[in-house]
């Protein structure tokens, strides 16, 4: 018995120390731009969220607003379908800036929805600087879960 505990705690152990890893499960070029430092706030900005071979739409994603002054807040909602939001564990946004380079946010997931994740950024510049920003949009599936399949959720494995 104290030899059959001992290897639990062992396989445990291991376990825990293994890292996550990640697939993007939709395409690379899922993406929306936005207009920074400019006079008028814009209407939101939308575009749809692919599969990895870009043939079945799976979600959407949305900016509001489009564009504006330095200092606006724009809140990126995005959408992963009923068909696919069991599948997606994490999304995140790469934000490249001419000038300013890139860097990468995680979105928070909604409660009471789970294919609905949210992040507020604010747009910053220098004084009379005009630029257009492009947010790549990035679903991450955990390597080796077995929602991918449809087996932990009832849904299909069409998604991706």
Same mark, same amino acid.
């Given at each position: 018995m104290?030899?059959?505990l ?12 293994? /890292?996550?890893t990640?697939?993007?499960f ?5 993406q ?9 706030v814009l ?19 949305e ?19 009923n068909d ?12 490249q800036?001419?000038?300013?380079g890139e860097? /990468? ?6 409660s009471?929805?789970?294919g ?6 604010v747009s910053t510049?220098? /004084?009379g ?19 991918a399949?449809g ?6 494995d069409?998604?991706?």
């Open positions: 104290m030899h059959a001992a290897l639990v705690t062992l396989l445990l152990a291991c376990k825990k120390d293994e /890292e996550i990640y697939s993007q939709n395409g690379d070029a899922d929306v731009t936005i207009q920074v430092g400019i006079d008028d209407d939101p900005v939308v575009a749809d969220l692919t599969s990895s071979t870009g043939e079945v739409v799976v979600g959407q994603v900016v509001d607003p489009g564009g504006g002054p330095l200092g606006t807040e724009h809140a990126i909602v995005v959408e992963i379908f696919w939001e069991q599948i997606v564990d994490r999304v995140s946004v790469r934000l800036s001419p000038g300013r860097d /990468e946010f995680e979105l928070d997931q909604d009471a929805d789970e609905v994740w949210k992040l507020t950024i510049g220098t /004084e600087e005009e630029r257009e920003d492009t947010l790549t949009v990035r679903a991450w599936d955990i390597d080796g879960d077995d929602d399949d087996s932990s959720s009832g849904g299909d069409t998604g991706g």
